[in-house]
């Protein structure tokens, strides 16, 4: 089986020859688009034998004026479909894909309208912490302002999705915030964010392969329930729900990608021996079915790729 047929057994719930993977990690500066991240993305793909193909989406949203303050919300503009950003991460996907020639499942790194909206409001010369806080807050002061926002934002990433799938992805891998549950309480999610990402994702429900990233810690899953994407991942080493548990929230039938932790643990500074056990131990306790070997969220960028390689073998050895 080629990675993408083995990838897509499991969707069918059939048996692969070999247990998929889904790994990634942010590259250097100086690869984010054209020729060098073409190759420094073929390269990643290549030595670390990842099944799941992410690209890279390191375009953040431009700030078109000055947003000092809630009242600030209402001058935003749409975002052209011609804009760099666009254009840039379409290109990239093609020359990416024509390289790969359909041999793994390839995936385009969406960040959702949260983290799009950080870059666009208040960027990223803040850190996370101030980002969310002043995300809600500028929500809470000017909730029309925000729902301005988030449709803008909400347009540009449903164009941007459907463009990637037409330039040769096998779908998304959206990366959610706003699950926090010490943030946006229930009804704000639902009516402040849940629309706004059901609209991208329904852009793409025909994708083969849509995967929903839920970042960051303290999630209420059950704020997701009903995004119906037939792969799900977050951090479960991140004060989160196990990978039972979430699999109790969204059902035996849905995919679970994950399992490893992806910035301490024996990814990362663990013998082989403590790889093995490791992944093993998911396998004891979750099982071999519905279930894509791959790790919290992106990997250090100087990971020891023979670390990947002895946990994609455990995992296949275990299989038989």
């Known amino acids: 089986m080629t990675k993408k047929e083995q990838v897509m057994a499991v969707l069918n719930g059939k048996r692969p020859d070999e247990m998929p993977c889904g790994f990634w990690l942010h590259f250097p500066a100086g690869n984010e688009y054209g020729q060098a991240a073409v ?16 690209i890279m989406n390191e375009n953040t949203v431009p700030r078109q004026t000055e947003i000092n303050c809630a009242a600030d919300l209402d001058k935003m503009q749409p975002i052209s479909h011609d804009d760099p950003i666009v254009l840039r991460e379409v290109e990239l996907v093609k020359d990416i894909c024509r390289e790969m020639k359909g041999e793994a499942v390839m995936l385009i790194t969406i960040h959702g309208i949260i983290a799009s909206a950080f870059h666009a409001l208040v960027g990223v010369d803040k850190n996370f912490e101030e980002n969310r806080h002043i995300l809600v807050e500028y929500l809470r002061e000017n909730p029309a302002g925000m729902k301005h926002v988030f449709g803008i934002l909400a347009d540009y990433l449903e164009y941007l999705s459907a463009e990637c799938v037409k330039a040769g992805c096998d779908g998304i891998y959206y990366a959610a915030l706003g699950g926090e549950d010490f943030l946006l309480t229930d009804e704000e999610y639902a009516e402040f964010v849940k629309p706004y990402e059901l609209q991208i994702l329904n852009a793409v429900k025909d994708a083969p392969v849509n995967v929903l990233h839920m970042c960051k810690d303290h999630l209420n899953l059950n704020r997701y329930k009903d995004y119906d994407v037939p792969v799900y991942n977050w951090g479960v080493y991140s004060d989160n729900p196990s990978l039972i548990e979430g699999r109790e929230v969204f059902g035996a039938d849905k995919i679970y990608l994950g399992g490893l932790d992806d910035r301490d643990g024996v990814l990362v500074d663990g013998t082989d021996e403590e790889i093995i056990a490791a992944v093993h131990e998911i396998m004891d306790t979750f099982g071999d079915k519905n279930w894509i070997l791959g790790a919290d969220c992106t990997l250090p960028t100087d990971v020891d790729m023979h670390r990947l390689h002895v946990a994609e073998k455990a995992a296949t050895d275990y299989m038989k």
């Open 39 to 54: 190759d420094t993305h073929l390269k990643f793909f290549k030595e670390s034998g990842t099944s799941l193909c992410k």
